[in-house]
């Protein structure tokens, strides 16, 4: 069965660094997401990302982020500058259509531990 | 906006117990909802999904049925197993143009004891 994989599965990183996070969606798939989970906390919606460019953000995805799709398979979530509040789970996820009827499917996970 | 309230755990059951986990939500537009499962070390795995409402979604033994007068999509569990042991976590997407974003509730951390 395809699925959505991830790399790396933990990242460790010192504060001001840059990081990049990557994803290979599932191959047919046209919608991409990021989302991320801070320990204990609910998991958040980042980005959505469709035709090559971004369709939606939230307020948490500032200057300091940005996703490219570099090859047609890769998808990546970049933090230009990373800082301690950054720490979290990031969960890549694609979907095949439009319409929520079609299933988001997630990846294992990146935990980005910032120090 | 759009929001999802579960309720908090963790919630620790015995074997073959009843499982129920409430959620309630808010939404601006007419939301399909959710249930996901995260398994200890794994990502999130869509378990059923209810797109209007009373609409049950059902996969696994586990059941929750669409509420619109309610807003609620309680996910229920006649009889547990210790592989059920997970987080679950509730969630919505509202229909519009820009990508369907999913919207979750804190997470459940179910535990079954043997």
Same mark, same amino acid.
């Given at each position: 069965?395809?699925?959505?994989?991830?790399?790396?599965?933990?990242? =460790?990183?010192?504060?001001?660094?840059?990081?990049?996070?990557? #994803? =290979?969606?599932?191959?047919?798939?046209?919608?991409?997401?990021?989302?991320?989970?801070?320990?204990?906390? +609910?998991?958040?919606?980042?980005?959505?990302?469709?035709?090559?460019?971004?369709?939606? +953000?939230?307020?948490?995805?500032?200057?300091?982020?940005?996703?490219?799709?570099?090859?047609?398979?890769?998808?990546?979530?970049?933090?230009?500058?990373?800082?301690?509040?950054?720490?979290?789970?990031?969960? #890549?996820?694609?979907?095949?259509?439009?319409?929520?009827?079609?299933?988001?499917?997630?990846?294992?996970?990146?935990?980005?531990?910032?120090? | 906006?759009?929001?999802?309230?579960?309720?908090?755990?963790?919630?620790?059951?015995?074997?073959?117990?009843?499982?129920?986990?409430? #959620?309630?939500?808010?939404?601006?537009?007419?939301?399909?909802?959710?249930?996901?499962?995260?398994?200890?070390?794994?990502?999130?795995?869509?378990?059923?999904?209810?797109?209007?409402?009373?609409?049950?979604?059902?996969?696994?033994?586990?059941?929750?049925?669409?509420?619109?007068?309610?807003?609620?999509?309680?996910?229920?569990?006649?009889?547990?197993?210790?592989?059920?042991?997970?987080?679950?976590?509730?969630?919505?997407?509202?229909?519009?143009?820009?990508?369907? +974003?999913?919207?979750?509730?804190?997470?459940?951390? =179910?535990?079954?004891?043997?």
């Amino acid at each position: 069965e395809p699925e959505v994989t991830q790399t790396p599965s933990h990242q =460790v990183t010192q504060m001001g660094q840059e990081v990049i996070l990557r #994803c =290979v969606p599932i191959s047919n798939h046209l919608y991409f997401y990021w989302y991320r989970q801070i320990l204990g906390q +609910k998991v958040e919606f980042l980005v959505s990302f469709y035709n090559n460019e971004i369709s939606e +953000k939230s307020e948490i995805f500032d200057d300091q982020f940005s996703v490219e799709r570099p090859d047609g398979s890769n998808f990546t979530l970049k933090i230009r500058s990373t800082k301690l509040e950054d720490s979290a789970m990031y969960f #890549c996820a694609s979907r095949l259509l439009a319409g929520s009827n079609n299933e988001q499917f997630f990846g294992p996970g990146t935990r980005l531990t910032v120090l | 906006g759009n929001s999802v309230t579960q309720m908090e755990g963790p919630v620790t059951l015995s074997e073959e117990a009843f499982l129920t986990i409430n #959620c309630t939500y808010t939404a601006t537009g007419y939301p399909s909802l959710f249930w996901y499962v995260q398994y200890p070390g794994e990502g999130l795995q869509l378990l059923l999904k209810a797109t209007k409402a009373d609409d049950k979604g059902s996969n696994k033994g586990f059941e929750a049925t669409y509420r619109k007068e309610t807003t609620s999509f309680h996910l229920e569990k006649g009889s547990v197993q210790v592989s059920d042991s997970a987080v679950y976590f509730c969630a919505l997407s509202v229909l519009q143009a820009a990508g369907n +974003k999913l919207t979750f509730g804190g997470g459940t951390r =179910v535990l079954v004891k043997p």
